[in-house]
């Protein structure tokens, strides 16, 4: 079992930088996928970014591709999302989730879920 807590969100103006991590308690975490889904007001949550365990390999949304990049350090226990380029559209509660067995792009082939972290992009 793992338990996740997510830190780094807040306030940017469009064309910002946050980097969000993902703090992970448990053990053999390095044999955990995990994404980073996130969720509007009014919408359903949606697939950003994962990575596998090792890390060696990384998949993103098409809406995310080329201004967040997912990263993890298995010796620290966490997961970060930096996102640059910041869009208000990106504005959303991000969730980080883990399991040992992962449809990457599901939500609901994840497991173990954090609280969620808002970040809020300003025109």
């Known amino acids: 079992q793992v338990q996740l807590v997510e830190s780094g969100g807040g306030l940017v103006q469009a064309g910002g930088s946050l980097r969000l991590s993902c703090a992970a308690s448990?053990?053999?975490?390095?044999?955990?996928?995990v994404g980073w889904f996130r969720q509007a007001p009014d919408q359903e949550r949606e697939f950003a970014a994962a990575?596998?365990?090792?890390?060696?390999?990384?998949i993103y949304a098409d809406s995310v591709k080329g201004r967040f990049t997912i990263s993890r350090d298995n010796a620290k226990n966490t997961v970060y999302l930096q996102m640059n380029s910041l869009k208000p559209d990106d504005t959303a509660v991000y969730y980080c989730?883990?399991?040992?067995?992962?449809?990457?792009?599901?939500?609901?082939?994840?497991?173990?879920w954090g609280q969620g972290t808002q970040v809020t992009v300003s025109s």
């Open positions: 989730a883990a399991d040992r067995k992962a449809s990457l792009r599901v939500p609901a082939s994840y497991d173990y």
């Open positions: 448990g053990r053999a975490f390095n044999s955990y996928y």
């Open positions: 990575i596998t365990g090792s890390g060696g390999f990384t």
